[in-house]
């Protein structure tokens, strides 16, 4: 047997870690602390559209202002993460999980004092910095702890931003709407545990994820040629668009179109947003390793076609129906992210952080422009109306039929 060393995998029996893993495998407590630290980095960035009701009233702001903070923060995040994704595979800089978190934490602060409609802007702005530099880097570093079982780490990462998504609106209903908005401070704290969990991920990442990466090569995708790659991340694009502006309109303007058509409370209509929100992490969890097992294209068919009936009905029943058919599309519609972000970096093998940061960025980028346009439509058409034209978008998942069929090498 080898001896150890400190760079190897086996480093972590001569040298005390964090987090420890097997030489090979699926490291559960890796791939585990990058999904927690998910979970806290989203449960931040969710409750900032639980909290638009509450800014709505305070600011007078109207919906398409709501929209534009939304947009500022979606168009900041996105426009960084592929960036910031390709200067990483080449220059790998895994301490900038920590300082982005850190980034988070200051925006936190400015939105907790923000007085003015342009503070609120500001804020979301660093907020959204700082969730561009986790996206990429950390996915990454749940592909490293994968042991080759890229979608079930790719969906347990998802599953955890997912849950903080879910806990994001009741801890703003709990917390932030009874006592205004100097209540965002508590916030802060969580900030604060994220920063530690990456900090404890970093050095793991410092001394094993390379030689993981490296090992792992040898089972990534061929690829596919330059005509292939620009058509399908066309189709990829058309499916995240259609899968995340209709995800806008239920994340920014869910609780408004509950409240407008049924008038329930703002607590009432937040527990039916986390009932979607929960469907949402529960779904994106059976995505990835359903994917591992039928393929990808096979999840994303069912994911947009089997939600397609759902989603037309939605705008035609009531509350209690409402609530359930929301349970039904979060559940089958999240099911194809983690299958859209494995399939993608398949088809480019070698760019991790170039390719999340990409689908990220899409995720977030067209999630913000999705929500200001919809806004838009608010002001001038109705809540209501919204919801009824978003109901169509899931049909555009027609075009998983254009997706090239990707190629695997064996290990």
């Given at each position: 047997?080898?001896?150890?060393?400190?760079?190897?995998?086996?480093?972590?029996?001569?040298?005390?870690?964090?987090?420890?893993?097997?030489?090979?495998?699926?490291?559960?407590?890796?791939?585990?602390?990058?999904?927690?630290?998910?979970?806290?980095?989203?449960?931040?960035?969710?409750?900032?559209?639980?909290?638009?009701?509450?800014?709505?009233?305070d600011f007078d702001l109207s919906f398409g202002?709501?929209?534009?903070?939304?947009?500022?923060?979606?168009?900041?995040?996105?426009?960084?993460?592929?960036?910031?994704?390709?200067?990483?595979?080449?220059?790998?800089?895994?301490?900038?999980?920590?300082?982005?978190?850190?980034?988070?934490?200051?925006?936190?602060?400015?939105?907790?004092?923000?007085?003015?409609?342009?503070?609120?802007?500001?804020?979301?702005?660093?907020?959204?910095?700082?969730?561009?530099?986790?996206?990429?880097?950390?996915?990454?570093?749940?592909?490293?702890?994968?042991?080759?079982?890229?979608?079930?780490?790719?969906?347990?990462?998802?599953?955890?931003?997912?849950?903080?998504?879910?806990?994001?609106?009741?801890?703003?209903?709990?917390?932030?709407?009874?006592?205004?908005?100097?209540?965002?401070?508590?916030?802060?704290?969580?900030?604060?545990?994220?920063?530690?969990?990456?900090?404890?991920?970093?050095?793991?990442?410092?001394?094993?994820?390379?030689?993981?990466?490296?090992?792992?090569?040898?089972?990534?995708?061929?690829?596919?040629?330059?005509?292939?790659?620009?058509?399908?991340?066309?189709?990829?694009?058309?499916?995240?668009?259609?899968?995340?502006?209709?995800?806008?309109?239920?994340?920014?303007?869910?609780?408004?179109?509950?409240?407008?058509?049924?008038?329930?409370?703002?607590?009432?209509?937040?527990?039916?947003?986390?009932?979607?929100?929960?469907?949402?992490?529960?779904?994106?969890?059976?995505?990835?390793?359903?994917?591992?097992?039928?393929?990808?294209?096979?999840?994303?068919?069912?994911?947009?076609?089997?939600?397609?009936?759902?989603?037309?009905?939605?705008?035609?029943?009531?509350?209690?129906?409402?609530?359930?058919?929301?349970?039904?599309?979060?559940?089958?519609?999240?099911?194809?992210?983690?299958?859209?972000?494995?399939?993608?970096?398949?088809?480019?093998?070698?760019?991790v952080g170039m390719v999340s940061g990409v689908?990220?960025?899409?995720?977030?980028?067209?999630?913000?422009?999705?929500?200001?346009?919809?806004?838009?439509?608010?002001?001038?058409?109705?809540?209501?109306?919204?919801?009824?034209?978003?109901?169509?978008?899931?049909?555009?998942?027609?075009?998983?039929?254009?997706?090239?069929?990707?190629?695997?090498?064996?290990?």
């Open positions: 047997m080898p001896q150890p060393v400190p760079t190897s995998d086996h480093a972590s029996a001569v040298v005390p870690v964090d987090i420890s893993t097997p030489p090979q495998g699926f490291a559960i407590r890796v791939v585990g602390a990058a999904a927690f630290a998910h979970l806290l980095n989203d449960l931040i960035q969710a409750m900032l559209p639980a909290i638009f009701p509450m800014l709505k009233a202002q709501i929209g534009v903070i939304a947009l500022v923060y979606q168009i900041t995040a996105s426009l960084l993460q592929p960036w910031i994704g390709l200067y990483t595979d080449k220059r790998p800089l895994p301490w900038m999980l920590p300082a982005g978190m850190a980034v988070t934490f200051i925006g936190i602060g400015v939105l907790a004092m923000a007085h003015s409609y342009a503070m609120l802007l500001v804020a979301a702005a660093i907020v959204g910095v700082g969730s561009a530099t986790f996206h990429p880097e950390a996915s990454r570093v749940a592909r490293m702890g994968s042991g080759g079982r890229f979608g079930t780490a790719q969906s347990t990462f998802q599953v955890g931003g997912n849950t903080g998504s879910a806990i994001g609106p009741l801890l703003a209903a709990a917390i932030v709407i009874p006592h205004g908005q100097s209540a965002i401070a508590w916030f802060l704290l969580v900030a604060a545990l994220a920063v530690f969990v990456l900090l404890r991920l970093t050095k793991w990442t410092v001394q094993h994820g390379q030689a993981r990466l490296s090992r792992l090569a040898v089972t990534r995708g061929t690829g596919l040629s330059r005509g292939k790659i620009v058509q399908a991340m066309t189709v990829v694009s058309v499916l995240m668009f259609a899968k995340f502006v209709y995800i806008a309109s239920f994340t920014n303007y869910f609780t408004f179109y509950l409240i407008q058509r049924f008038g329930v409370s703002v607590q009432q209509s937040q527990v039916v947003l986390f009932l979607f929100l929960g469907a949402i992490a529960l779904g994106t969890f059976a995505g990835g390793p359903i994917g591992d097992r039928i393929g990808r294209k096979a999840v994303i068919w069912i994911s947009f076609l089997g939600v397609a009936p759902f989603a037309l009905a939605l705008p035609h029943v009531g509350l209690a129906m409402t609530a359930i058919l929301a349970v039904i599309i979060g559940l089958v519609m999240s099911s194809a992210f983690a299958a859209l972000v494995v399939y993608a970096q398949e088809a480019v093998p070698g760019r689908m990220f960025g899409l995720m977030f980028g067209i999630g913000g422009i999705g929500a200001a346009a919809l806004g838009q439509l608010a002001d001038a058409r109705g809540i209501v109306w919204v919801y009824q034209v978003t109901a169509f978008l899931p049909l555009l998942g027609l075009a998983t039929a254009l997706l090239p069929q990707t190629t695997r090498r064996a290990a």
